[in-house]
Nanobody, 115 residues
Framework: QVQLVESGGGLVQPGGSLRLSCAAS????????VGWYRQSRGKERELVAD???????NYADSVKGRFTISRDTAKNTVYLQMNSLKPEDTAIYYC?????????WGQGTQVTVSS
């Protein structure tokens, strides 16, 4: 069973930056897409960004131009660079990967944007 572990969350002021990391226990990111999702209180989990096997990326409209997803296959790690953070970005951020129907999820990392 592959494990995904997120890190890098925390408290940041509006306009600040954070970089989230998602580390896999095996060399899986070369073989499966990876998505960053977030869930804030009272809302459904939503896709923030994903990176496909060949490296193409997609972003939710709400984060375009502010967030960047990237991958280091040698380190089995996917990153989410988050700039110009807003209070509405406050959520638990999760990474997900794996075969369709049997995806792996991390435990999540809390991001709080507040002054």
């Amino acid at each position: 069973q592959v494990q995904l572990v997120e890190s890098g969350g925390g408290l940041v002021q509006p306009g600040g930056s954070l970089r989230l990391s998602c580390a896999a226990s095996g060399r899986v990111f070369s073989f499966y897409p990876v998505g960053w999702y977030r869930q804030s209180r009272g809302k459904e989990r939503e896709l923030v960004a994903d990176i496909q096997i060949r490296g193409s990326t997609n972003y939710a409209d709400s984060v375009k131009g502010r967030f960047t997803i990237s991958r280091d296959t040698a380190k089995n790690t996917v990153y989410l660079q988050m700039n110009s953070l807003k209070p509405e970005d406050t959520a638990i951020y999760y990474c997900m990967s794996g075969p369709r129907g049997s995806e792996w999820w991390g435990q999540g990392t809390q991001v709080t944007v507040s002054s």
